[in-house]
């Protein structure tokens, strides 16, 4: 590695070490209420990662995550020219995966392997003393376990039977077994025998001490599972799967993969799924509403999720808001969907109307409007995307242009993001922006709420219809009221 390489990387792992110190205090606040209130003793505490070290940031580390969920490689030089920049909020950052390899030591590779070092976790307990009693306090314990063991092992201490109906409606089984039994005996066989992993294509099958592991490659052209490798390892006795036991234990491995089959056609595990993670993030959950072409939103409402807002990405779009402006010097945010790493807003300031595109936190596309805003009531205040064209593929660019009514006052030409503003979290808002910014040019402060007139609704349509048709369609929702 190059000295800026060795700088930058170990900063990455400096902030993450300071991430774990932040939440250890912060847990530790939690225990010390606990123990204040005199709760310490009768309350049950899990605390379990939840999955293995995270090799997302890629060789060369992230200053903002965004890149990836957008398929956009991170840049050596920018993310140098932000080392200072790391863990405060104007980054998004992530460790290179060299790290995730070495904070996994022993065991190989990260999240999404299914090799320990994407599965294997941590996980605390600190039983309530009634229930545990003397034994087993700070000592570990090797039984085998999943996420999935957590629960009934709450019910169990609580002496709690899961219900078979609730309401009339017949319960889903519980895949889990308690793991209270190891407080009292350390040496006890593992009650789990079997457990199955599937994520991204690459496959994984637990089962008495031998672990079946296939590994597959992220973009391999897609399906063509039967081309992978399986490897064996006998876990019992080489949890870090070092040693591939495959060519020696054939039969066992058919053995292995077989039950795999089985476990996962009883979970509900096909078909395999192998998108890269820009597919998967463009092709969000089944919605709660079916798609349309036009979607009205409200103020003073709750944010939406970016799954269940309206889909800009490749394709034109208007966004018109219905205001009624009494007097000159309205401001603040109309419009905003994500954040400060990707997303879009209109917004008012110093009187004019203005719509930024921040294209994945790489550049804010601000456009501005030439003319003072209008005074008076149902005034139509718009942005409208005119999409010609895609460069590269995916990332589609074309006119953005703001409009007061029918009256166009600004133009300008931009890109917009191919793929998702955030996995959790930066939804959509009217008459405010409730987190990260996507801009720092909004007026005012905290959530840049519109202030010196009312917003009535905003419509946002992706028909791909000329601009007009929007604006007859707010003037029909008016003669409507």
């Known amino acids: 590695m190059t000295g800026d390489e060795k700088r930058l990387f170990a900063r990455m792992a400096e902030v993450y070490a300071g991430f774990l110190a932040h939440a250890d205090h912060h847990i530790g606040r939690l225990l010390d209420y606990l123990e204040e209130s005199g709760l310490r003793d009768n309350t049950m505490i899990i605390l379990v990662s939840d999955n293995g070290a995270s090799g997302e940031g890629g060789p060369n580390g992230s200053v903002n995550e965004s890149l990836f ?35 996994n030591t022993p065991f190989k590779m990260w999240k999404r392997y299914e090799f320990n070092g994407g599965t294997a976790d941590p996980c605390i307990i600190s039983w309530p003393s009634a229930k545990a009693g003397t034994t087993g306090k700070g000592e570990i314990r ?22 078979e109906r609730i ?46 592991v296939t590994t597959h490659p992220t973009i391999s052209g897609w399906s063509n599972f039967n081309d992978d490798t399986w490897e064996l390892y006998h876990t019992d006795v080489d949890r870090a799967e070092v ?64 799954a269940q807002a309206v889909n800009v990405r490749n394709r034109s779009y208007t966004i018109g808001a219905v205001v009624d402006i009494p007097a000159p010097g309205a401001q603040g945010v109309l419009f905003a969907h994500g954040s400060r790493f990707g997303g879009h807003a209109l917004y008012v300031k110093d009187n004019r109307l203005h719509y930024v595109n921040n294209f994945v936190g790489m550049m804010e596309q601000k456009v501005d409007g030439t003319e003072d805003l209008p005074v008076g009531e149902n005034l139509l205040l718009a942005a409208s995307f005119d999409k010609d064209g895609e460069n590269p593929p995916g990332v589609s660019t074309g006119i953005l242009t703001l409009y007061h009514g029918d009256r166009k006052v600004g133009a300008a030409r931009i890109k917009t993001q191919p793929g998702t503003y955030s996995i959790a979290g930066e939804g959509l808002c009217v008459g405010r922006d409730s987190g990260e910014a996507v801009t720092s040019d909004y007026a005012g402060d905290h959530d840049h709420r519109f202030t010196g007139g009312t917003i009535r609704r905003v419509a946002v349509d992706v028909s791909g219809e000329p601009y007009a048709d929007l604006e007859r369609e707010a003037q029909a929702l008016l003669v409507r009221e």
């Open 69 to 103: 969920m957008n398929g956009i490689p991170d840049d050596m030089a920018t993310n140098l020219a932000m080392l200072d920049e790391l863990g405060s909020p104007k980054t998004y950052n992530h460790y290179p995966n060299g790290w995730a390899m070495a904070f």
């Open 142 to 163: 090797h039984q085998y376990h999943h996420a999935v063991d957590i629960v009934p092992t709450i019910l169990d201490t609580l002496g709690v039977e899961p219900p």
């Open 167 to 212: 309401k009339g409606h017949v319960q889903s089984r519980f895949d889990g077994v308690s793991m209270r039994y190891s407080v009292g005996d350390p040496s006890a066989p593992s009650a789990r025998r079997t457990q199955f992993y599937s994520m991204l294509g690459s496959r994984g099958i637990w089962h008495d001490g031998w672990k079946a």
């Open 243 to 306: 040693h591939d036991l495959a060519a020696e234990h054939p039969d066992k491995l058919r053995e292995l993969v077989n039950l795999w089959f089985a476990e996962a056609g009883d979970n509900g595990a096909f078909p395999l799924d192998d998108r890269s993670p820009l597919e998967i993030f463009l092709t969000p959950r089944p919605q709660l509403a079916p798609h349309r072409d036009r979607y009205v939103y409200f103020p003073d409402s709750a944010e939406v999720p970016e």
